[in-house]
């Protein structure tokens, strides 16, 4: 059939994999590239703007796309348990592969700054989750060691097949525009993915599927940007919990990134992340708060972007990851509770 296999099958020959290799898998990738216009007329200069929207893969995030390589290599290994530390889609993506592959998954989280949604998931797909009073980069340090000392495999993006899973999303990101874009806007924590971006460009480019490459733009939460800082931020803060990450852990390797692609860092206000998260939700787009920080970000750039030019902003993850904030930031005016159910009451609020 035509039906889509999953990224490991669609791409298999890109992907350190063998005939005998148990692929743990389900049916990631192959999301949409969506344009937004009204975006894009914001920056005027016939530009054409696209969100990869990754929020719609299986567990509602891009790291899906790492997970089905990280679990699959895992389990080929004899593996009988993952670990990851994790703002929360990290978590529920390992929760949900290593069950499908009859794992164990223990998770380790910032206690009260990992989303709703997120939680939910891990607890679902059953995964021991631990929650410590310390934030991410504590959380990190301590897998790390864990899985030195136990018999745990460790799935943060340290792990290269994370990688090698997510470099799928430049295939299909080129695939989908006939060539690379000019820019690429992304969120970055860990700087797992814009470093896996970057690979995947380069492949295609070596092997003549795209005729550019583009400027790896990255984007931070102001108040965790220890790229723009130029190293850890001790206390990182920002409403955007996923890329709340002070020590990240691809630091050298999206240096790199950014010299090799003409790139840049720069930090977006969560203010700034919060517009850009409505206006991305007017377009018909709903993707959680870290998400936006793309698009924030390339609204912010709009003078240096070029006439003419194609921009892909990376939506990482889903908007029903974190209803809480969606629905913090929604106005009174919008949400009327406790009418009395009759005719008269509601037609009066409806402006009829
Ligand atoms: N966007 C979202 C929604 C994320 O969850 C993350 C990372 C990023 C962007 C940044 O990606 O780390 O590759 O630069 N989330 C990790 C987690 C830390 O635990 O889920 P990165």
């Keep these: 059939g035509t039906a889509w296999r999953g990224l490991i099958e669609e791409y298999r020959r890109y992907l350190p994999v063998t005939d005998s290799t148990p692929v743990v898998t389900l049916r990631e990738g192959n999301t949409p ?8 007329a914001e920056i005027g200069k016939g530009v054409r703007v696209f969100v ?15 997970m089905t390589m990280a679990v699959t290599k895992a389990k080929e290994a004899g593996g009988e348990a993952v670990i990851c530390a994790s703002t929360g889609n990290t978590s529920a993506a390992a929760a949900a592969y290593a069950r499908r592959a009859g794992m164990r998954a223990y998770v380790l989280i910032p206690d009260g700054y990992v989303a709703l949604g997120k939680l939910a998931q891990a607890l679902m797909y059953g995964a021991e989750v631990i929650a410590i009073k310390g934030n991410f980069d504590r959380a990190l340090e301590l897998v790390k060691e864990s899985a030195e000392k136990y018999p745990v495999t460790l799935v943060n993006s340290l792990n290269p ?15 989908g525009l006939g060539n690379a874009p000019d820019w690429l806007c992304i969120p970055v924590g860990n700087a797992g993915n814009i470093t896996a971006y970057w690979m995947g460009f ?7 599927r795209c005729t550019k490459l583009p400027r790896m733009m990255g984007f931070q939460a102001a108040g965790s940007a220890p790229f723009v800082q130029g190293g850890i931020v001790k206390d990182p803060e920002t409403i955007a919990t996923a890329i709340r990450i002070g020590n990240p852990a691809n630091y050298d390797k999206a240096l790199k990134v950014r010299a090799e692609s003409n790139g840049e860092f720069n930090p977006v206000t969560d203010e700034e992340i919060l517009v850009a998260y409505q206006k991305l939700a007017a377009e018909g787009v709903f993707c959680e708060p870290a998400s936006a920080a793309s698009v924030a970000g390339l609204l912010k750039k709009k003078d240096a972007v ?26 009174d ?14 037609a009066k609020l409806m402006g009829f």
């Design 33 to 40: 590239l969506i344009p937004v216009p009204t975006i894009a």
């Design 52 to 66: 990869k929207y990754d929020g719609l893969n299986p567990t509602g995030s891009f790291k899906d796309r790492g």
């Design 161 to 175: 097949f994370r990688l090698q899973g997510q470099k799928t999303a430049a295939f299909e990101v080129t695939d």
């Design 202 to 208: 380069n492949e295609y480019y070596q092997e003549g």
């Design 306 to 331: 070029p006439f003419g030019a194609t921009i892909v902003c990376v939506l990482t993850g889903n908007g029903l990851k974190d209803p809480d904030t969606a629905i913090k930031r929604s106005g």
């Design 333 to 346: 005016d919008q949400f009327y509770q406790g009418v009395e159910p009759d005719m008269a009451s509601v």
